[in-house]
């Protein structure tokens, strides 16, 4: 990569003034374990990136890349993103979760930049948490729990229901506020019952004691985790022999967990696109097999897609505006409404810069196997008081 | 229900008082509180597999049969707590406890990097004996074979260890060293041996919880290790320091007060289950400084 | 014989107050340094930089005067962000991201510099609450009971959700920590560390550190000195703590759990926990080590050849490096010196009859 | 050759110098008091020549061997052997235990037996409590027992500091007796450090008498009854 932008630099140097770069900073992290969220989303970013200069670039302008590495620590964040804007980033594209990206989406709402948010899927991640020209591409976590209440409903006939919360991070909780909207609002649903466990819990056999003490096993446990956390509590349920229909967030897509808990069937997720090579959309297997080319193998979880996404919506929002400038490419922004986009439409408003609804396809895994099966858009958007939390 | 949660409570406790053990005996031959014990864990954990950032994990030492996987991955912690000692503890022999814990707790973080750097930072499934995990009716309980065979692994390392400490040399020594372990050394107990020895016995506790662990979970994440190391760590002082029964029983405490929390407390206050343990911790302190569990004679050290 | 006494007494006195003039010398010289020829980056690193000698030398208050090692700072840093963030925010962001706040706070509108004032007292308030409790331990046990209360903290903060945010963070903060505000809070810091150091408390603390069994004949006395500087040391960590808010303008409860405890710890350490002057030294020795070792990863041109170290090593390497300090100098760095001027320079006349 | 040879031995904690260049030597099978007020400087010099403390500069020799820089523990192996001051048993050990962790190097089983015996036969109540805690006997038991434990190790030379701290007077005659019972069946070389000079002098022996750090007198125990050396020990002026 950095030869790469001395290239284009030199470029830049010998080109007429007119053509000068458009400049994205990456504030992401490149150590720490942050780094195996942030570099798929990233890769696929700069694939995106490539093609729009392949094709000519975006007003006439080759776009080019810098980064610097937040070290998955929250100053180091603030820092990377004051680093970007003395290298003269004019958008930066943050870490994928709220907590790591906010310092420098921060940063660049401070010089009236826009920011965007790799992959969180907080509601904070954008107006509400940072301000108005932040954005996130992924869909709100509220949303795919709410997406597993109607869809576990109507198609698995799920009328008892079980909550089992991680209280690690701020997703978590989003997923179980979405299925606890959504869910009781069904003809003939409840919700039986409710626990929380840690993510980095050592065995979680009191909560499960606890959901066995029903008279009658639910017909889905939610389940609202993230890993290590969700595989060490899908483990120790099934091992418990609980064989209720575990639903979760998109949070776990990926086949890399499965060997925790070999043979497992009666597991759901909702996704934005399959990287199992069955989605129906063309265009999905199309941005596989380009990641597979870029970087040696197929993206691990759905996470590298909304990368994709970000650019394509930012360089479709830059081009209508004509110029990069934040308020300017913000109010084209929040101008679309069911934008297509090969992973489906998107649409943001002067109120969220996020998916309140969105057609997620749906994954099952059935004898350690993961596939597409369904597709779904819930009935009605996830208002903003339940993204709110109140 | 109760028999239940009797199993329940055993299963966390076992966990904890195995791991209170390796920190109590490290504590007790050298006043070292060594923070780098959770990293032993997660070392452990992921040298069943082989280094690489790759998401899907390849085995390592997970491929071998179980009575080689599991001689294995003891000797591994072993050795990673002898050398740690080696390297880094006996040149620090006589400094103060707390610089002795400092680098402890830079060690901890060089033995993570090293994880991270080596492995990634995404978590890795680690499928360690998938067919224990499957139920079994245990008079009015059932519960899983995982649990049954923690409880059961649990008992008899800990037999197997009083049963050592009690009858061999080495265990007299190291019981003695951790009393008073200068006395001992004027009374011809080598310190270098006794204190590899605590090490080695530590590490492979370490790597016991490491495959407890594992077994439990499925996976491999760096960052784990580091809770059980802290609720170790305050069962090992909670048991009254350098006493190992004591720790073990703090350990067994902790765990059965930690399910018993989750089961009792309402579900709003569940959350916050951890302040009310911590805080029990205190209440114990102020009342027994000198830990649950230590003799009534026993001097303070430190 | 009694004469010439006094006179070293009084000389080591005028010694001893040389040393907060030289340790504020030095940070000034460190700052004026970084604003001269340093980029933006090297003063970011100088505010965070200062903000650590803050929050390390007000650790020092406590834990180089008692002895006891506290892991239960990191806390007071925490309810002091908190504090600062609950009274300086726009109302309207609270009203979103901390409903749960009473009205009083909901509606507060301060200026930075009130808010990290009353963030330090809030602090030291806790601390005199919880080291009431706490402090009549000893030794290891005082240490376990400090480590249990920021567990506990960390616990409500991360489940406290409508009053702390949980485990979001909570954004906003307004940044407004430059090189010299971070100089000035560093050297207030220092002033009182040293004015601690000397009074009458801290001189009978230090002699309590010395021997724990002869001075517990007086352990009443013991505990009230205890508290006394647990709290003073509170006031200054949960100062450092809105400051560290309003440096980065993002606050959590994970940044005020175990790194932060160990960071503090290890910069107090790798300085020398037996001086004041090994707190501030510390804490420059290991910022100025960690910045090297970014600027290397992120890749260092020599002769028209980039040489970068792999990413992740910096940690690594500074881990490392503490280790071997604390090989070659278990006692830190200055070992428990203070930096002072040579006698004869107080003395003005030279010290000829000493 | 002297048993024991010490030659300007010095013992400094921070500024404080406890022994000021101390010398003096110690026949095979002599029985050697060290005797002087609080704080001379007494058992730094027991712990200086155990090597539980590192001694300032000077040096150490038993039978011509060079102790100074040894650990305790090699040390110990020599045959020497230490009963600290406050006794230090392992409270948490049974009595068996604690007599049996000093033989850890001897290779001789029926000899280890043997010593047992002995130990048994000297103090029977320990043959009683054999497998009690050691915690729970009775501070002369735990002296006893100080005692038993440092035989164990098969020593040539024994220190034993204050053993008739915090004892009643008829136990502390108890224990000396016993001591010198043994140490005339196994031929041991004794140094005790004893406060009290009319004990000393009671028992008998040659005397060492401390002060601020030096010896100041030497001679034999009896003479010190007299009270002449022990006064301007005492109270004269150490330069």
């Not at chain 1, 110029?323 to 969220?352: C, H, I, N, Q, Y």
């Not at chain 3, 020795?285 to 890749?299: D, I, N």
């Not at chain 3, 980039?306 to 760095?333: D, K, N, W």
């Not at chain 4, 019972?181 to 009671?202: D, F, N, P």
């Amino acid at each position: 990569m950095k030869p790469a932008i001395c290239v284009l630099a030199l470029l830049a140097l010998s080109a007429p003034a007119q053509a000068k770069d458009i400049t994205i900073g990456f504030a992401i992290a490149k150590s720490g374990w942050m780094e195996a969220y942030d570099t798929p989303a990233a890769t696929a970013a700069k694939i995106r990136i490539d093609e729009i200069n392949a094709a000519g670039g975006l007003l006439g302008r080759k776009i080019a890349v810098v980064e610097a590495d937040t070290r998955t620590d929250r100053a180091g964040a603030a820092k990377a993103g004051l680093d970007l804007l003395d290298q003269g980033a004019q958008m930066m594209i943050v870490s994928c979760d709220y907590d790591f990206g906010a310092p420098a989406a921060l940063v660049a709402e401070g010089e009236a930049m826009i920011s965007f948010f790799l992959c969180a899927e907080d509601v904070k991640a954008g107006i509400q948490g940072v301000g108005p020209l932040s954005f996130s591409s992924s869909v709100l976590a509220p949303v795919q729990g709410a997406t597993m209440a109607e869809w576990a409903h109507a198609r698995r006939e799920a009328r008892a229901a079980y909550v089992l919360e991680d209280t690690f991070i701020e997703y978590n909780k989003g997923i179980c506020t979405g299925f606890e909207w959504m869910f009781p609002q069904l003809e003939g649903a409840a919700i039986v019952g409710r626990d929380s466990f840690k993510n980095d819990d050592a065995s979680i056999a009191a909560q499960i004691t606890r959901i066995k003490s029903l008279g009658d096993e639910p017909d889905v446990i939610m389940l609202c985790s993230v890993m290590p956390g969700a595989a060490a509590a899908v483990r120790q349920i099934r091992a418990a022999g609980i064989d209720s229909l575990i639903l979760n967030g998109s949070a776990v897509d990926g086949s890399y967990w499965l060997d925790a808990t070999p043979g497992l069937s009666d597991f759901v997720l909702p996704v934005q696109g399959s990287i199992h090579g069955d989605d129906p959309r063309a265009e999905v297997e199309a941005f596989n097999r380009a990641y597979e080319a870029k970087t040696g193998a197929r993206p691990a979880s759905q996470y590298a897609y909304p990368g994709y996404v970000l650019i394509d919506l930012w360089a479709k929002a830059v081009e209508r505006a004509g110029t990069v400038e934040g308020a300017a490419v913000t109010a084209e922004l929040e101008k679309m409404s069911d934008e297509p986009t090969a992973f489906g439409p998107r649409s943001f408003s002067s109120e969220l810069h996020h998916q309140n609804t969105a057609l997620m396809q749906i994954v099952e895994i059935s004898d350690g196997k993961p596939a597409r099966i369904d597709e779904w858009r819930i009935s009605q958007p996830v208002p903003l008081d339940v993204l709110m939390g109140k | 229900m109760s028999l239940q949660l009797v199993f329940d409570a055993l299963s966390l406790g076992g966990i904890y008082a195995i791991a209170a053990l390796g920190i109590a005996l490290i504590f007790g031959v050298m006043n070292l509180v060594n923070f780098a014990h959770g990293q032993f864990i997660a070392c452990s954990v992921f040298a069943l597999i082989l280094p690489s950032a790759d998401a899907v994990a390849t085995m390592g030492l997970g491929a071998l049969p179980a009575p080689l996987l599991i001689a294995a991955i003891l000797a591994f912690g072993a050795g990673l707590a002898v050398a740690a000692e080696a390297l880094v503890f006996r040149p620090l022999r006589n400094a103060s406890p707390v610089a002795l814990m400092v680098a402890s707790f830079a060690l901890g973080i060089l033995l993570q990097n090293i994880l991270l750097v080596a492995y990634g930072g995404r978590p890795k499934a680690v499928s360690l004996w998938p067919q224990l995990g499957s139920p079994v009716q245990v008079l009015s309980a059932q519960v899983p074979l995982l649990q049954l065979l923690v409880i059961g692994a649990v008992a008899l390392i800990l037999a197997g260890l009083a049963l050592m400490l009690k009858r061999a040399r080495v265990g007299l020594e190291m019981r003695a060293a951790a009393e008073d372990f200068d006395m001992a050394r004027m009374l011809g107990v080598r310190a270098n041996g006794v204190i590899s020895g605590a090490f080695a016995l530590s590490g492979a506790l370490a790597a016991v919880v490491a495959l407890v662990l594992v077994t439990q979970t499925g996976v491999a994440d760096v960052r784990m290790g580091g809770q059980i190391m802290l609720v170790a760590f305050i069962a090992t002082v909670v048991g009254g320091m350098g006493s190992l029964a004591g720790a073990v029983a703090a350990g067994l405490a902790l765990g059965a007060a930690s399910a018993l929390l989750q089961a009792f407390l309402p579900v709003e206050a569940r959350p916050f289950r951890d302040a009310f343990l911590y805080g029990l911790v205190i209440l114990v302190l102020l009342f027994r400084p000198q830990g649950l569990f230590a003799s009534v004679g026993a001097k303070p050290r430190v | 014989m009694s004469a010439s006494r006094t006179t070293r007494h009084q000389v080591r006195r005028r010694m001893a107050a040389t040393t907060p003039l030289l340790l504020a010398l030095l940070l000034l010289a460190f700052v004026v340094a970084i604003t001269a020829f340093g980029d933006r980056a090297s003063a970011r690193m100088a505010s965070e930089t200062l903000i650590r000698v803050t929050l390390v030398a007000g650790f020092w208050i406590f834990a180089g005067n008692s002895g006891v090692i506290s892991f239960g700072h990191a806390a007071f840093a925490c309810v002091g962000a908190y504090v600062s963030a609950w009274t300086t925010l726009a109302p309207a962001m609270k009203a979103t991201l901390l409903p749960g706040l009473p009205a009083m706070l909901a509606d507060a509108r301060w200026h930075v510099l009130p808010a990290s004032l009353v963030a330090g007292l809030a602090a030291a308030a806790l601390a005199l609450v919880t080291g009431a409790a706490i402090l009549r331990l000893s030794g290891i046990a005082a240490s376990i009971a400090t480590f249990a209360f920021l567990a506990m903290v960390n616990t409500i903060w991360a489940n406290w959700t409508p009053v702390t945010g949980g485990t979001s963070s909570v954004v906003g903060l307004e940044r407004y920590v430059t090189p010299w505000v971070g100089l000035g809070w560093a050297v207030a810091t220092l002033a009182a560390a040293s004015l601690y150091a000397a009074s009458a408390s801290g001189l009978a603390l230090r002699a309590s550190r010395e021997d724990e069994v002869a001075a517990s004949a007086s352990g009443i006395d013991r505990y009230r000195h205890r508290l006394a500087a647990y709290t003073i040391s509170a006031f200054f960590c949960g100062a450092g703590g809105a400051l560290m808010g309003h440096f980065i303008g993002v606050i959590n409860p994970d940044a005020f759990y175990l790194n932060l405890t160990f960071l503090m710890l290890a910069m107090l350490v790798v300085g020398g926990i037996g001086s004041l002057s090994g707190a501030v030294v510390g804490v420059l020795a290991v910022s100025l080590a960690v910045e090297v070792l970014v600027r290397m990863e992120k890749g260092v041109s020599l002769g028209g050849l980039t040489f970068a170290l792999p990413p992740g090593s910096q940690e690594i390497l500074i881990a490392a490096a503490m280790i071997l300090v604390l090989v070659f100098r278990p006692a830190g760095l200055l070992a428990g010196r203070e930096i002072t001027l040579p006698a004869r320079w107080v003395t003005g006349r030279g010290a000829a009859n000493d | 050759m002297a048993k024991l040879g010490v030659f300007d031995l010095a013992v400094r904690y921070g500024k404080l110098l406890a022994v000021k260049d101390v010398s003096f030597a110690v026949a095979e099978g002599e029985r050697l008091f060290v005797s002087g007020p609080n704080g001379a400087g007494k058992s730094s010099l027991l712990g200086a020549i155990c090597g539980a403390v590192r001694a300032a500069h000077g040096r150490v020799e038993m039978d011509g061997d060079i102790l100074s820089g040894r650990a305790p523990e090699d040390i110990a192996r020599r045959g020497l052997s230490m009963v600290p001051e406050g006794r230090r048993i392992f409270a948490g050990l049974t009595v068996r235990e604690n007599l049996m962790i000093g033989t850890g190097q001897r290779r001789d089983r029926a000899a280890v037996a043997d010593d047992l015996e002995t130990v048994y036969n000297a103090f029977p109540i320990l043959r009683e409590r054999a497998h009690a805690n050691a915690g729970a006997l009775s501070g002369g038991q735990q002296q006893m027992l100080a005692i038993s434990r440092a035989l164990m190790t098969n020593p040539k030379l024994m220190l034993v500091d204050e053993p008739s701290l915090g004892l009643a007077p008829k136990v502390v005659d108890e224990v000396y007796e016993r001591l010198c019972a043994l140490q005339a069946l196994r031929g041991l070389t004794l140094v005790i450090v004893e406060q009290s000079s009319t004990r000393a002098a009671r028992v008998g022996g040659r005397m060492l008498l401390m002060r601020g750090g030096k010896v100041v007198a030497d001679g034999d125990a009896a003479a010190f009854a007299a009270g002449d050396l022990l006064a301007e020990a005492y109270f004269g002026d150490p330069s």
